[in-house]
């Protein structure tokens, strides 16, 4: 998930909240993907492996290790 995914999700649940029965810290939840990542400097950018072949792809399935 990338920043503008993340804006995406936090609208959706303010508008949802009310109707749903979510925890109250529903919204704290909601992280970016590479906040997990432990070799990948940029915390708000997910690379996208599609363009880059085999090795976009072993890339992005490295990332957590």
């Not at 959706?12 to 979510?22: L, M, S």
């Not at 992280?31 to 976009?56: E, R």
């Amino acid at each position: 998930m990338d920043e503008q995914n993340k804006e995406d999700i936090l609208k959706a649940y303010n508008v949802w909240k009310a109707r749903g029965n979510f925890p109250p810290d529903a919204d704290k939840k909601v992280k970016l993907m590479c906040s997990y990542c432990k070799k990948h400097n940029d915390k708000f950018v997910v690379p996208d492996p599609y363009y880059g072949g085999a090795q976009g792809f072993e890339k992005v399935i490295t990332l957590r290790d």
